[in-house]
Nanobody
């Protein structure tokens, strides 16, 4: 069983930046494709970004292209989501997810199902 733990959420002003981290213990995260999803208040969960386990191919939802960057540090067993130029509409609970199968849709980034999930971290963009 892969247990994922997110960190790095918080309150930030519009235009600001945050970096989320997703890590696990007891298993190597680079065995999996790792995705970030988010669920805005009152809305359905949506894909944000995903990085392929083997070749590092990355897919983003159009809403975050050019502002967010997903990356992985295998030595630290961690996947990051660097979020720049944050907007109020980025406010959501952000979830890390992993699977040995890459599931995505062009323009939408990762799509469910993913097998393993973290507990989520709150990101609030507000002045």
């Amino acid at each position: 069983q892969l247990q994922l733990v997110e960190s790095g959420g918080g309150l930030v002003q519009p235009g600001g930046s945050l970096r989320l981290s997703c890590t696990t213990s007891g298993s190597r995260l680079d065995y999996f494709s790792v995705a970030w999803f988010r669920q805005p208040p009152g809305k359905e969960r949506e894909g944000v970004a995903v990085i392929h386990r083997s070749d590092g191919t990355i897919y983003y939802t159009n809403a975050v292209k050019g502002r967010f960057t997903i990356s992985r540090d295998n030595a630290k067993n961690t996947v990051y989501l660097q979020m720049n130029s944050l907007k109020p509409e980025d406010t959501a609970i952000y979830y890390c997810a992993a699977d040995d199968v890459l599931r995505y849709f062009n323009g939408r980034g990762p799509v469910e199902p993913y097998e393993y999930w973290g507990q989520g971290t709150q990101v609030t963009v507000s002045s």
